[in-house]
């Protein structure tokens, strides 16, 4: 029979299943907040930043002023830079949080840098 008192906590099997659901539990909370930053992220690319860009860049897609072969952004520093330069330049009016958010979800999206 399973009884649960204080020492059974202590006895390996127990702590093991504890340890396992822990574990569960935190990957699950890290994944869901990644993913929240990159919705996150993405949604307000889409509703802020896509369009002048699609116009800006004369090429109809808003995509591809993080793609074109010519691009600005060279390094991670240099997005959060450029996502800064464009959200206060055009007083976009963005909290550092969303900044956050943008900033990965377009270097998940198109720039791919790593060290970051
Ligand atoms: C009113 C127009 C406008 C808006 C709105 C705008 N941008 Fe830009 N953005 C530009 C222009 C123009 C360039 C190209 C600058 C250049 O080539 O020197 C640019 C370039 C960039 C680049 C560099 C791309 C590269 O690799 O060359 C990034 C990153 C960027 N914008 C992020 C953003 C983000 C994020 C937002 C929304 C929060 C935003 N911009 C909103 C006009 C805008």
Redesign the pocket.
């Given at each position: 029979m399973i009884s649960f008192n204080a020492k059974s906590l202590f006895k390996p099997y127990f702590f093991k299943i504890i340890c396992f659901f822990i574990g569960i539990f935190s990957i699950h909370a890290f994944c869901f907040a990644a993913d929240a930053a990159l919705k996150n992220g993405k949604l307000?690319?889409e509703t802020?930043?896509?369009?002048?860009?699609a116009?800006?860049?004369g090429l109809g897609n808003g995509d591809m002023?993080?793609?074109?072969t010519?691009?600005?952004?060279?390094s991670y520093s240099?997005?959060k830079t450029?996502?800064s330069?464009?959200?206060s330049e055009?007083r976009?009016d963005?909290f550092p949080e969303?900044?956050a958010d943008?900033?990965q979800y377009?270097n998940h999206q198109?720039?791919h840098f790593k060290n970051n």
């Open positions: 307000i690319e802020k930043c896509y369009a002048c860009h116009k800006k860049s002023i993080y793609t074109r010519d691009h600005k952004v060279t240099r997005l450029m996502v330069v464009c959200n055009l976009l963005l969303d900044e943008i900033v377009l198109f720039y």
